[in-house]
Each structure stands twice: as C-alpha cells, then as structure tokens.
Nanobody, 115 residues
Framework: QVHLVESGGGLVQAGGSLRLSCAAS????????MGWYRQAPGKQRELVAD???????NYADSVKGRFTISRDNAKNTVSLQMNSLKPEDTAVYYC?????????WGQGTQVTVSS
C-alpha cells in the first residue's frame, strides 16, 4: 500500500508562483512514473506533468515553459514548480504515482489563481 501526502496549494494572483509537493510512504520497492494531474470544476481530470525515475519529463501543452516537475528518488517525493500562473490554472491538483501495476492518488490540493 502506498500513501501520498500533498502540500503547497493555495490562493495566488495571476502571474504568481506556487510549489506543490507530494511525499509517498508505505511498503514498496520502487516507484515508476510520478505525476501531477488537475481537475477544474465541470471538467475532466487531465495530466499536467509527469516524470520517470530517470528524470524524463512530459508536460501538457498548456503548462510548457511555466511549470517544472522534479522528483527525489531517495525521498520518494515529487514536486511541481508553477510559475506565471493564470486563472485557467485554477483546479484541484492531484499527485499520482505508479507502483508495479497499480496507480495511487493523493487527496488533492486546491490551487486558485485570481485575475
């Protein structure tokens, strides 16, 4: 079983920055892909960014150049640095990790960007 704890959400003005963090704990050998997803009201959950154990990253087009994902394999953590935030980035952000053949999700953290 894997337990995820997210932190770092909040309210910020447009153009501002936030940093999200997610820490994984539990009984597992290693974590494969780690990522961040988001879900805005009335919309489907979408991938924001993910990263492989080797550091290969993948970003949604809407966040390229503004968001940076990183991970610490020794600490089982993944972070998302969000710069130049826009009102359309407002959503609940979820951390997801892949362990063997299962996906585990965090509880979500609210990010609100005011115009």
């Amino acid at each position: 079983q894997v337990h995820l704890v997210e932190s770092g959400g909040g309210l910020v003005q447009a153009g501002g920055s936030l940093r999200l963090s997610c820490a994984a704990s539990g009984t597992f050998f290693s974590i494969n892909r780690m990522g961040w997803y988001r879900q805005a009201p009335g919309k489907q959950r979408e991938l924001v960014a993910d990263i492989t154990p080797g550091g290969r990253t993948n970003y949604a087009d809407s966040v390229k150049g503004r968001f940076t994902i990183s991970r610490d394999n020794a600490k089982n953590t993944v972070s998302l640095q969000m710069n130049s935030l826009k009102p359309e980035d407002t959503a609940v952000y979820y951390c997801k990790v892949e362990v063997v053949l299962s996906d585990y999700w965090g509880q979500g953290t609210q990010v609100t960007v005011s115009s």
